[in-house]
């Protein structure tokens, strides 16, 4: 069975410091691994996806993430960290059937 | 270009009655897939649904039923309600399920679900 893990609960930054939420995962086949972002009360938002290639990925709002196959992870990064990007984010994995498995997410807090 | 629309956006429920949420997906996707998403914990895969069938299912009691029309909008319906069901339904909707993925996920904001 296919399992994301996000291993910390919570992450704590200051502003204009770098960020990262951790990420790995346990799928069979290729693993096709996501992002998203959810504000209270609202739906999930993607962020940047890895599917093959260049092992950093570049995506929405400054936020890029590196995956490291022979350590299962794919964590996600941003060099300077804004307080709105407060929020609480998810990273999941999709195999070739399409369907898609979440981490418990990851409470991210950037203190002014 | 609308995204993906649910409704209703809050509803609250008692135990045993039946519920049915509404999707649609966005412009131009013809897969959609629904999850549920209790209070602290990432979304649960339900099930999802491509060419008006069942293409792939969770770990989801057959209380959970879904329909998906020819206009690629879907229905969740779920049967004999226990508090348990209590959470946020979030639907998604992508292209083309079955072949290897990879194809970007768009959720809708969701419909809370209050089972009393």
């Known amino acids: 069975a296919q399992s994301v893990a996000q291993p910390e609960d919570q992450v704590n930054v200051a502003e204009g410091n770098p960020l990262t939420v951790k990420c790995t995962y346990s799928v069979s086949g290729n693993p096709y691994l996501f992002w998203y972002v959810q504000y209270p009360n609202r739906g999930l938002q993607f962020l940047l996806k890895?599917?093959?290639?260049?092992?950093l990925v570049k995506g929405s709002y400054g936020f890029e993430a590196e995956f490291n196959k022979s350590q299962t992870s794919f964590h996600l990064k941003k060099p300077s960290a804004l307080v709105s990007d407060s929020a609480l984010y998810f990273c999941?994995?999709?195999?070739?059937?399409?369907?898609?498995?979440f981490g418990d997410g990851t409470t991210l807090t950037v203190k002014p | 270009d609308a995204g993906v629309t649910q409704s209703p956006t809050h509803l609250i429920k008692t135990r045993g009655q039946q519920v049915t949420l509404r999707c649609s997906p966005k412009?131009?996707?013809?897969?959609v897939s629904w999850y549920q998403q209790a209070l602290g914990q990432g979304p649960q895969f339900i099930f999802q649904?491509?060419?008006?069938?069942?293409?792939q299912r969770g770990n989801f009691p057959d209380r959970f039923s879904g329909h998906q029309f020819p206009n690629y909008s879907s229905e969740l319906n779920v049967n004999a309600l226990l508090l348990g069901d209590s959470a946020l339904y979030l639907c998604?909707?992508?292209?083309?399920?079955?072949?290897?993925?990879?194809?970007?996920?768009?959720f809708g904001e969701g419909s809370w679900l209050t089972v009393v």
């Open positions: 890895y599917i093959t290639g260049d092992n």
């Open positions: 998604a909707s992508s292209l083309a399920a079955g072949v290897p993925s990879g194809n970007t996920i768009y």
């Open positions: 412009s131009g996707h013809d897969t």
């Open positions: 649904y491509y060419e008006e069938e069942e293409r």
């Open positions: 999941a994995a999709d195999t070739n059937a399409g369907k898609s498995t």
